[in-house]
T-cell receptor
Framework: AQRVTQPEKLLSVFKGAPVELKCNYS??????LFWYVQYSRQRLQLLLR??SRESIKGFTADLNKGETSFHLKKPFAQEEDSAMYYC???????????FGTGTRLLVSP | GAVVSQHPSWVICKSGTSVKIECRSL??????MFWYRQFPKQSLMLMAT?????????EQGVEKDKFLINHASLTLSTLTVTSAHPEDSSFYIC????????????FGPGTRLTVT
């Protein structure tokens, strides 16, 4: 079955520290992975997608098919990065997304 | 950018009544819309996928007779919670996809439903 696992419910770091939010997926087809972010009292918004290989707000994520992972990384966390982060998997040929349970990132000054 | 709105943003209703939630794509045509449910501090659970002009596809375990979804136009989808009960109290979020260009789902701000 298709599944997205985010093992950490909460990740707490200090400002300037590196951040890695883990995401593993289970899917036999060709995956399309996304990271969505939800800031306090705001709607869910796309942060980045693996096919773009882009860096948004200093965040990057590399799809590792061997490890079935799509971890989100940022070398120096900022307080404004504090938010809920969701990893999502799009099943090939379908429009719907499968979301992980989310990781709350808390960046302290 | 693509904007999705929801109305109302919050609603309180009595047990046994029905409530309708609207989801609109404001500046693009949404061939596909999605309805999610989010419990406090939990992830989004997809309830159903709807394509304009056709019946919605419900996820396993979602009662289609209780959660009526209509996607009558390319900019509007509605979710009606029928005969609401307190356990239906939740945060309901819609998203929309244009089906063209690079794939992306654009999310609405959500609707908080409280059933008393």
């Amino acid at each position: 079955a298709q599944r997205v696992t985010q093992p950490e419910k909460l990740l707490s770091v200090f400002k300037g520290a590196p951040v890695e939010l883990k995401c593993n997926y289970s899917y036999s087809g060709s995956p399309e992975l996304f990271w969505y972010v939800q800031y306090s009292r705001q709607r869910l918004q796309l942060l980045l997608r693996h096919i773009s290989r882009e860096s948004i707000k200093g965040f990057t994520a590399d799809l590792n098919k061997g490890e079935t992972s799509f971890h989100l990384k940022k070398p120096f966390a900022q307080e404004e990065d504090s938010a809920m982060y969701y990893c999502a998997l799009r099943l090939g040929g379908f429009q719907k997304l499968v979301f992980g349970t989310g990781t709350r990132l808390l960046v302290s000054p | 950018g693509a904007v999705v709105s929801q109305h109302p943003s919050w609603v309180i209703c009595k047990s046994g009544t029905s409530v309708k939630i609207e989801c609109r794509s404001l500046d693009f045509q949404a061939t596909t819309m999605f309805w999610y449910r989010q419990f406090p501090k939990q992830s989004l659970m997809l309830m159903a996928t709807s394509n304009e002009g056709s019946k919605a596809t419900y996820e396993q375990g979602v009662e289609k007779d209780k959660f009526l979804i209509n996607h009558a136009s390319l900019t509007l989808s509605t979710l009606t919670v029928t005969s609401a009960h307190p356990e239906d109290s939740s945060f309901y979020i819609c998203s929309a996809s244009s089906g063209t260009g690079v794939y992306e789902q654009y999310f609405g701000p959500g609707t908080r439903l409280t059933v008393t």
